[in-house]
């Protein structure tokens, strides 16, 4: 899938506070989402980001999203 721009996306950007770079691959963006998502505020989530969700938990999860 790429990289992913993580600040487009805020509710990434504020769990990926150990990476330094502006771009992030797509897997690692999934696995944060899933190993961080007590740290993402989900109601606080844009459509656009849900949007990006998703379309990573088909790709990588195969439609599973197991927050941890």
């Known amino acids: 899938m790429?990289?992913?721009i993580r600040h487009d996306y805020p509710e990434l950007d504020k769990v990926l506070?150990?990476?330094h770079t502006q771009k992030?691959?797509?897997d690692l963006a999934f696995r944060m989402y899933e190993e961080r998502w007590s740290f993402i505020d989900a109601n606080n989530?844009?459509?656009n980001e849900r949007f990006l969700?998703?379309?990573l938990t088909n790709f990588y999860g195969n439609g599973i999203?197991?927050?941890v």
Request: aromatic residues 16%.
């Open 2 to 4: 790429g990289e992913i």
């Open 17 to 19: 506070w150990d990476f």
């Open 24 to 26: 992030v691959p797509a």
């Open 45 to 47: 989530i844009s459509s």
């Open 53 to 55: 969700i998703e379309k």
């Open 65 to 67: 999203f197991i927050a």
